[in-house]
């Protein structure tokens, strides 16, 4: 069972405009997720974190907001720019579980100028 | 240069050889981690290892191995290769004592074909 989910395999904005990428889990030991962003013909990485103790990171024209209740998180891109585009992985991990991570099967964002 | 490299980047093989993918890194970690990604499964964990003498199963391990040669280096090993292993394949690394928690870093990645 796909316990980390991305429900749109693709989203197209147009440049300046927000963007908003979103997460579903359905594994109420996940305490931590992680946002990875992926070129083509590059390896993911590390874009932005939440812990499950707050609702809401930021970083600079990056934020996550986490709604623990319905088991949801998103990623807004605000301006969003064409170097934004890439496919955006959602990933979760439970402290049970080690340092290990499950990842959604990833969104295509494409910016378009 | 890289932190976390990974040989070969592109490899077409035939059913039924044995292949070897194999990762370094200069990070310094002691954790590290093979995946898999498939178009439409995003990426799926094969093994990871938490030290030299630490091998685990991952998700989907059926038909892989891996050696930890030492704490810089994993390899994986397709023992007898099958078309469903064609896939993009991807190192990572992290550290448990140092930076933001769980953060993994990931390597450029190999395109495995299996013909």
């Known amino acids: 069972d796909q316990q980390v989910k991305q429900n749109s395999p693709s989203l197209s904005v147009q440049e300046g405009r927000i963007s908003i990428l979103n997460c579903d889990y359905t594994?109420?030991?996940?305490?931590?997720f992680l946002w990875y962003k992926k070129y083509p013909a590059e390896g993911p990485t590390f874009l932005i974190s939440?812990?499950?103790?707050?609702d809401k990171n930021e970083d600079g024209r990056f934020t996550v907001f986490l709604n623990k209740s319905a088991k949801h998180l998103s990623l807004h891109i605000v301006p969003s720019q064409p170097g934004d585009s890439a496919v955006y992985f959602c990933?979760?991990?439970?402290?049970?579980?080690?340092?290990?991570?499950?990842f959604g099967e990833g969104t295509q964002l494409t910016v378009n100028p | 240069d890289a932190d976390v490299t990974q040989t070969p980047r592109n490899r077409i093989t035939k059913t039924g050889k044995r292949i070897m993918l194999e990762c370094s890194q200069t990070?310094?970690?002691?954790?590290m981690y093979w995946y898999r990604q498939d178009p439409g499964l995003g990426l799926r964990l094969i093994y990871y290892?938490?030290?030299?003498?630490?091998?685990n199963k991952g998700e989907i391990s059926d038909g892989y191995s891996v050696s930890r040669q030492a704490q810089a280096k994993f390899s994986l090993s397709l023992e007898s290769a099958i078309p469903n292993q064609t896939a993009l394949y991807f190192c990572?690394?992290?550290?448990?004592?140092?930076?933001?928690?769980?953060?993994?870093?990931f390597g450029p990645g190999t395109r495995l074909t299996v013909l």
């Open positions: 990572a690394t992290s550290d448990v004592d140092r930076g933001l928690r769980d953060t993994q870093y």
């Open positions: 290892s938490f030290d030299v003498k630490d091998i």
């Open positions: 939440i812990s499950s103790i707050k």
């Open positions: 594994n109420s030991m996940f305490d931590y």
């Open positions: 990933a979760a991990s439970a402290r049970t579980s080690g340092s290990r991570l499950t």
């Open positions: 990070k310094g970690h002691d954790r």
